[in-house]
């Protein structure tokens, strides 16, 4: 079963508006791990932000927010006034502390943002 | 700087052919992994390894197999029995292998079928 899924496929916008990429997961464990992790064209994947379940307080980094809400299951990363650079694939992932897979992460399958000047 | 490499960038491989394909780390992390991503996929996890001499199967370790001699090397070997390789594969490693653990990945190799 899918642990993590991200429902939009590929979201385009225009430069400067503000984008939500949307993130659902499902998880037994009590303690476990979100991830977000951006993919430019070149491919290696860049680690963004990591939440821990006991942790629901939104945070901000610049124009990057995060909404993490445990009663929906949800963890939402949102661009606000996007920039070309942005223009990338998204994935959500997690990571569950009794996991049997020694802790490796749980991808989504990815949201591709195309920011268009 | 301190990162990880993974070599080559691109690589062929021929029917009933073995290809090994490199991952090195400077960070002196303890856990590494592979995963494979094809198009429109999320990532899938071949093989972990939290520590040296030792490595778990993923889910998808079919075909594929791994060794863990030194800290900073993890090569991955793509087997004949692995049916249809084409795939972009990832390497990563954090710091442990604790859940709570960012990984940190190389640039990739993209492998194709001639």
């Known amino acids: 079963a899918q642990k993590v899924t991200q429902a939009q496929t590929e979201i385009s916008v225009v430069e400067k508006e503000d984008v939500t990429l949307d993130c659902v997961y499902e998880t037994r464990d009590t303690t476990y791990y979100l991830f977000w992790y951006k993919q430019p064209p070149s491919g290696e994947l860049v680690f963004l932000i990591r939440?821990?379940?006991?942790?629901?307080q939104n945070e901000i980094s610049g124009r990057y927010s995060w909404n993490f809400q445990k009663s929906t299951s949800s963890f939402n990363f949102t661009i606000t006034a996007s920039q070309v650079v942005d223009s990338a694939v998204y994935f959500c992932?997690?990571?569950?502390?009794?996991?049997?897979?020694?802790?490796?992460?749980?991808f989504g399958k990815g949201t591709s943002l195309l920011v268009t000047p | 700087d301190g990162g990880i490499t993974q070599s080559p960038k691109y690589l062929f491989r021929k029917e009933g052919q073995n290809v090994t394909l490199s991952c090195e780390q400077n960070?002196?992390?303890?856990?590494m992994y592979w995963y494979r991503q094809d198009p429109g996929q999320g990532l899938r996890l071949i093989y972990y390894s939290q520590i040296v001499n030792d490595f778990q199967k993923g889910d998808i370790a079919e075909g594929y197999s791994v060794s863990r001699e030194k800290k900073e090397s993890f090569p991955l070997t793509v087997t004949s029995a692995q049916k249809n390789p084409t795939a972009f594969y990832l390497c990563a490693s954090s710091i442990t292998g604790a859940s709570n653990q960012p990984q940190h990945f190389g640039d990739g190799t993209r492998l194709s079928i001639l």
């Open positions: 939440r821990n379940s006991f942790d629901e």
């Open positions: 960070l002196n992390h303890d856990a």
């Open positions: 992932a997690l990571s569950e502390a009794n996991s049997n897979s020694g802790y490796a992460l749980n």
